[in-house]
């Protein structure tokens, strides 16, 4: 145990300072965290990390196809049931999604992130079964890894960008078999390709829920179960991994024991009602200065993201479609555009995972890279005359855009404290998706056909890429920052 003592002694004259400070964690969890972190690092990454990686993906992939479904079939579905308000079909998604996003974010702090993870996928309505799948892969993967490679947790979103490929691609065939958008009558049997499209969807759901449930046994994590008191069950769950893989494992109950007793992050839940949880685990995330700018600034950053992202890439099929004039020879055929902006997304988070290991870049140089980027695209977009350039341009859009968000995924959990993390990330991902009922509101005054949204997806992206650089802490490389 000395070199785990001699690591907790470098590791606290680093971070001894900061953690009180940032989170108001109090000593003793303070102190097992940093300790359940050494023990990780002494397992190290096994193929265990691996499969975490594909199944916790899987959260990502899910929620990406199946809110590009909405965009893609909301014209059909408009042409058959002529419903009053034509962007209905998107702000319903997203109201699922703002409330699926409290409800498993609160539930996995409260509950466990086991049962959640291996639940989430299996619920019927789908936006607020997908509502927290992004906040509870990314802190699952987090709370395994070990420090040194937690940049992995930024190449996690690369699965995002494969649900969105698979949206495409499926649309291609499909959606041929669709109602003329004409304003003619629109039959049922004359529109059946976004219910293809539904369905094939719905199928490759319900087989990444199986696999997440049959490929992996995946117990509680460390971080939930050292913040709710459970130490006897952490040395079993890593000393299982550490013999699984033949690691050396020296952590022991002694030694977690030690450190004293945690009194925060565990709360009573025969006595306390869910609004009341809520309230502890938010107020949980301000109990310092540092720590309230850190959480308004990262809630900040998922809103500005939130209304610049589906205002152009939720109606992307219009944007495609609106460059392409009756005359022009339809060599780029809109959803063959549409799949393969949509592949562009897959190598971003791969690109920001290498970027954000660099020591001059790290997490926030990386967003600050993303956002700008991604808003010099924005603009490049605005001078597109053909459905080659259209095409061009929305590709960089994919491409850079991802560079960004993948950052933010991972730095949001880096930066919350475990006890809460998994509501703080809920929070974020709820203002996320309130900005997306606010970007169909927005597209429904200002016509896609015009410049417009454009205009406001890059102001929003410039103030996102000045938020980045405000950030008071850097996680790159750093230890217990979760804490």
């Given at each position: 145990m000395s070199l785990l003592r001699g690591d907790q002694?470098?590791?606290?004259?680093?971070?001894?300072?900061?953690?009180?400070?940032?989170?108001?964690?109090?000593?003793?969890?303070?102190?097992?965290?940093?300790?359940?972190?050494?023990?990780?690092?002494?397992?190290?990454?096994?193929t265990y990390h691996v499969k975490l990686f594909c199944l916790s993906g899987f959260g990502y992939a899910a929620d990406s196809l199946m809110g590009f479904l909405i965009s893609i079939a909301a014209d059909q579905v408009v042409a058959e049931y002529h419903?009053?308000?034509s962007r209905s079909g998107p702000v319903a998604l997203y109201a699922g999604l703002l409330l699926g996003s409290i409800c498993w974010g609160l539930g996995a702090d409260v509950l466990g992130r086991r049962g959640a993870f291996h639940f989430s996928l299996f619920v019927s309505m789908s936006g607020f079964g997908e509502g927290g799948n992004?906040?509870?892969?990314?802190?699952?993967?987090?709370?395994?890894?070990?420090?040194?490679?937690?940049?992995?947790?930024?190449?996690?979103a690369c699965w995002w960008g494969v649900g969105q490929t698979a949206a495409g691609l499926f649309a291609w065939p499909f959606m041929k078999y669709s109602c003329p958008?004409?304003?003619?009558?629109?039959?049922?049997?004359?529109?059946?390709?976004?219910?293809?499209?539904?369905i094939t969807a719905g199928g490759i759901v319900l087989l990444m829920a199986l696999a997440r449930s049959l490929l992996i046994h995946l117990q509680e994590t460390p971080h939930y179960l050292v913040s709710h008191g459970q130490d006897a069950e952490v040395v079993s769950l890593l000393g299982g991994l550490a013999t699984t893989y033949g690691r050396p494992f020296d952590l022991t109950l002694e030694n977690l024991q030690d450190c004293g007793d945690?009194?925060?992050?565990?709360?009573?839940?025969?006595?306390?009602?869910?609004?009341?949880?809520?309230?502890?685990?938010?107020?949980g995330l301000f109990t310092t200065h540092s720590s309230m700018l850190t959480v308004i600034l990262l809630w900040l950053a998922w809103g500005l993201i939130g209304l610049a992202y589906p205002l152009f890439y939720m109606f992307l099929p219009e944007y495609l479609a609106s460059c392409q004039s009756d005359s022009e020879d339809e060599s780029v055929n809109v959803w063959v555009g549409f799949a393969l902006t949509n592949l562009c997304a897959i190598p971003g988070p791969i690109i920001a995972g290498g970027l954000c290991a660099l020591p001059v870049v790290g997490r926030k140089g990386t967003m600050f890279v993303g956002a700008m980027v991604t808003m010099a695209s924005f603009i490049g977009y605005t001078t597109v005359t053909t459905?080659?350039?259209?095409?061009f341009w929305s590709c960089?859009?994919?491409?850079?855009?991802?560079?960004?968000?993948?950052?933010?995924y991972a730095y949001t959990p880096e930066l919350l404290p475990a006890a809460h993390r998994a509501t703080g990330y809920g929070v974020a991902l709820a203002i996320n998706r309130l900005?997306?009922?606010?970007?169909?509101?927005v597209v429904t005054v200002f016509s896609t056909a015009t410049a417009t949204p454009l205009y406001i997806c890059a102001g929003l992206l410039a103030i996102a890429a000045m938020v980045s650089l405000t950030f008071p802490v850097e996680t790159q490389d750093k230890v217990d920052l979760d804490e």
């Open positions: 002694e470098a590791a606290s004259s680093e971070t001894s300072v900061l953690l009180p400070k940032r989170h108001g964690a109090d000593d003793a969890l303070a102190d097992k965290m940093r300790l359940v972190d050494q023990a990780i690092d002494q397992i190290g990454f096994t419903p009053s308000w992004i906040a509870l892969d990314a802190t699952v993967f987090l709370e395994f890894l070990p420090s040194r490679k937690r940049w992995m947790v930024t190449t996690l958008l004409d304003g003619s009558d629109c039959a049922r049997g004359d529109n059946m390709g976004w219910r293809y499209l539904y945690v009194t925060d992050g565990s709360t009573d839940t025969d006595h306390t009602s869910w609004l009341e949880e809520l309230r502890i685990h938010v107020s459905a080659h350039q259209s095409l960089s859009i994919s491409l850079c855009i991802n560079i960004y968000y993948a950052n933010l900005m997306g009922i606010v970007a169909a509101l």
